[in-house]
């Protein structure tokens, strides 16, 4: 049983894209790959600790000829780092912090000292999931990926305008799921018990994922899903600190999601990628509290605040290559259901404890069309 400390954040109250290739630097992940002395790919053998990148979709060239701030973990560093949520991964990366932590569902990230004034307003950091971005209008937060089942995270620091569009000013953190093996059925599975310092409750979660070839070689399939409950460790007093409290330990999260993968490959030269992705996360009251030591939110009044975040995501990529040209279209749906959050708020005599309620309600499509050459050609991207 591991133990951890509590932490907590006091608060003072898409469209553009374009895909990013495979990035594996270390410590993460490396790639070795022939190149030349232009830094193309070539047929010889690449040389010993040689790290290649295809982050600018132009081909395998050498990390120290990207004119981008790059890193990347895979899965298995994402496990040894023993990385949970946005929070853990965010200690990796250098010149990136959290900025600010209402909730469990607004998580909001800052890249060389830009990023969030606040968590509500368009964001400088895009998020991406796989081929297509991850948001919400007017909202900052990221999205509450289950790390187990990620295939790596790719982080580019800022400025990345010109690639991910005006919501990426500041950097972009690509996520990318697991696919389906084709070949074989695979099956993984974790638990984890915990305990937080000050909690009364423990901590626990689970995930699980199944993978099967439907029609070997062709066809598979992967389904997985997770469940993570955190204990609260913030006490709430109707007014002053005073006395009892209202609730005790009040600020627990429960985390849950859901998501399919289906991959075919008809032949050597297409590729159909389709996913379906449903999370919920709730938290009872929030993390905007008035003491760290002793954890304590004051001033709340009757008010049961919380933070409700919950959307159905669906993705589609398809890639085609027609001798040395590949067409690919990549299309997300995203339909966040009603919920955000709610705090009471102190507003003094004669006023009292007021409510601030922000919705997260909104839908959104998009779709992108891009044509690439496999060569040294004028379309190269």
């Given at each position: 049983m591991k133990i951890y400390r509590k932490t907590a954040v006091l608060l003072n109250a898409l469209i553009a894209s374009a895909a990013l290739g495979l990035v594996m630097s270390a410590p993460a992940l490396a790639q070795n790959a022939p190149q030349d002395a232009s830094g193309e790919a070539?047929?010889?053998?690449?040389?010993?600790?040689?790290?290649?990148?295809?982050?600018?979709?132009?081909?395998?060239?050498?990390?120290?000829?990207?004119?981008?701030?790059?890193?990347?973990?895979?899965?298995?560093?994402?496990?040894?780092?023993?990385?949970?949520?946005?929070?853990?991964?965010?200690?990796?990366?250098?010149?990136?912090?959290?900025?600010?932590?209402?909730?469990?569902?607004?998580?909001?990230?800052?890249?060389?000292?830009?990023?969030?004034?606040?968590?509500?307003?368009?964001?400088?950091?895009?998020?991406?999931?796989?081929?297509?971005?991850?948001?919400?209008?007017?909202?900052?937060?990221?999205?509450?990926?289950?790390?187990?089942?990620?295939?790596?995270?790719?982080?580019?620091?800022?400025?990345?305008?010109?690639?991910?569009?005006?919501?990426?000013?500041?950097?972009?953190?690509?996520?990318?799921?697991?696919?389906?093996?084709?070949?074989?059925?695979?099956?993984?599975?974790?638990?984890?018990?915990?305990?937080?310092?000050?909690?009364?409750?423990?901590?626990?979660?689970?995930?699980?994922?199944?993978?099967?070839?439907?029609?070997?070689?062709?066809?598979?399939?992967?389904?997985?899903?997770?469940?993570?409950?955190?204990?609260?460790?913030?006490?709430?007093?109707?007014?002053?600190?005073?006395?009892?409290?209202?609730?005790?330990?009040?600020?627990?999260?429960?985390?849950?999601?859901?998501?399919?993968?289906?991959?075919?490959?008809?032949?050597e030269l297409t590729s159909v990628r389709t996913r379906f992705w449903y999370f919920a996360t709730d938290q009872k009251y929030l993390n905007v509290i008035n003491s760290l030591d002793p954890p304590f939110a004051a001033f709340q009044g009757d008010v049961v605040g919380f933070d409700k975040r919950r959307a159905w995501y669906a993705s589609n990529t398809i890639e085609r290559e027609f001798g040395g040209v590949t067409l690919t279209n990549a299309t997300s749906y995203q339909k966040s259901l009603p919920g955000g959050f709610q705090v009471g708020l102190n507003l003094g005599a004669p006023l009292g404890t007021g409510v601030l309620i922000n919705g997260g309600d909104a839908r959104n499509f998009v779709n992108e069309l891009r044509l690439a050459t496999n060569d040294g050609g004028p379309f190269k991207g």
């Amino acid at each position: 049983m591991k133990i951890y400390r509590k932490t907590a954040v006091l608060l003072n109250a898409l469209i553009a894209s374009a895909a990013l290739g495979l990035v594996m630097s270390a410590p993460a992940l490396a790639q070795n790959a022939p190149q030349d002395a232009s830094g193309e790919a070539t047929s010889e053998p690449a040389n010993p600790g040689e790290i290649v990148v295809t982050a600018l979709k132009s081909g395998s060239v050498r990390l120290d000829k990207v004119p981008l701030a790059i890193q990347a973990f895979n899965g298995d560093v994402l496990k040894q780092r023993n990385v949970r949520d946005g929070a853990d991964l965010i200690q990796l990366i250098p010149g990136a912090s959290q900025a600010q932590e209402i909730g469990a569902g607004y998580r909001i990230f800052s890249f060389r000292g830009s990023g969030a004034g606040g968590p509500i307003g368009d964001g400088l950091i895009g998020y991406y999931l796989d081929d297509t971005p991850f948001g919400v209008p007017n909202n900052q937060a990221a999205p509450p990926v289950q790390y187990f089942d990620i295939d790596r995270v790719e982080v580019l620091r800022g400025p990345q305008g010109t690639l991910y569009g005006l919501g990426s000013s500041a950097g972009t953190i690509i996520y990318h799921t697991k696919n389906p093996d084709l070949d074989r059925a695979t099956y993984a599975g974790e638990l984890e018990l915990s305990k937080t310092a000050e909690a009364s409750d423990p901590n626990y979660r689970g995930a699980a994922a199944i993978s099967l070839p439907l029609v070997p070689g062709k066809l598979g399939l992967r389904v997985s899903g997770g469940y993570d409950r955190r204990a609260g460790v913030a006490d709430i007093y109707s007014g002053a600190p005073t006395g009892t409290p209202r609730e005790k330990d009040a600020n627990h999260v429960t985390s849950k999601d859901i998501q399919a993968v289906l991959l075919w490959k008809p032949d050597e030269l297409t590729s159909v990628r389709t996913r379906f992705w449903y999370f919920a996360t709730d938290q009872k009251y929030l993390n905007v509290i008035n003491s760290l030591d002793p954890p304590f939110a004051a001033f709340q009044g009757d008010v049961v605040g919380f933070d409700k975040r919950r959307a159905w995501y669906a993705s589609n990529t398809i890639e085609r290559e027609f001798g040395g040209v590949t067409l690919t279209n990549a299309t997300s749906y995203q339909k966040s259901l009603p919920g955000g959050f709610q705090v009471g708020l102190n507003l003094g005599a004669p006023l009292g404890t007021g409510v601030l309620i922000n919705g997260g309600d909104a839908r959104n499509f998009v779709n992108e069309l891009r044509l690439a050459t496999n060569d040294g050609g004028p379309f190269k991207g």
